[in-house]
């Protein structure tokens, strides 16, 4: 049985705002690692929106220091590669089922993800809403859905007690 791992792809992102969010969602739901391609992120200077500080964490790579030209080339061959965007023929993401062992490619703000790497793709999908999401968004609910549909959405107030914030004392009580 592969062990789950999940990696999130960026292509040339361009917006920090974006990235520190994606870098949120990806530890609030267990990424492993967060790769990106191009230039464009490399001139922000912080991940503003990192508040958790999930980067000293999880890795946020450049994929140019792994010596490769593209996402996909950056996980072994066991790895599911799946790109999410606004792609026709892509199966809407309600009814995916996720790999264990999987990359997920994010087109940038302002475009979409390369033919090249939607045909070298083992699976394409597509969040099925009105319009596009933001990046960020993108990410976040397309974690959401891979929890949702896994074991570790079984979770209780142990979980919640590990993550609430500090000044959230609020409990529910039944009547």
């Known amino acids: 049985m592969t062990k789950e791992w999940v990696s999130i792809g960026l292509t040339n992102p361009k917006n920090m705002t974006n990235v520190g969010s994606v870098m949120r969602a990806a530890g609030c739901f267990q990424v492993d690692q967060v790769l990106y391609s191009g230039h464009r ?26 010596g490769v030209d593209n996402l996909i080339d950056a996980v072994d061959t066991q790895t599911k590669i799946v790109c999410v965007d606004l792609i026709q023929g892509a199966t809407p993401l309600p009814a995916f089922k996720h790999p264990e062992k999987a990359l997920y490619i994010f087109g940038p703000e302002d475009g979409t993800i390369e033919q090249k790497v939607v045909d070298r793709a083992d ?32 979770a209780g107030d142990e979980l919640i007690r590990s993550s609430k914030d500090v000044n959230n004392n609020v409990k529910v009580r039944l009547r």
Do not use: H, W
């Open 41 to 66: 992120y490399d001139r922000a200077s912080k991940l503003s929106t990192d508040t958790q500080k999930v980067s000293r964490q999880i890795p946020l790579i450049n994929i140019e220091t792994l």
């Open 123 to 154: 699976y394409v999908v597509f969040m099925p809403t009105v319009g596009c999401l933001n990046l960020a968004a993108s990410v976040n609910v397309l974690l959401y859905d891979r929890l949702a549909k896994s074991t570790r959405a079984d």
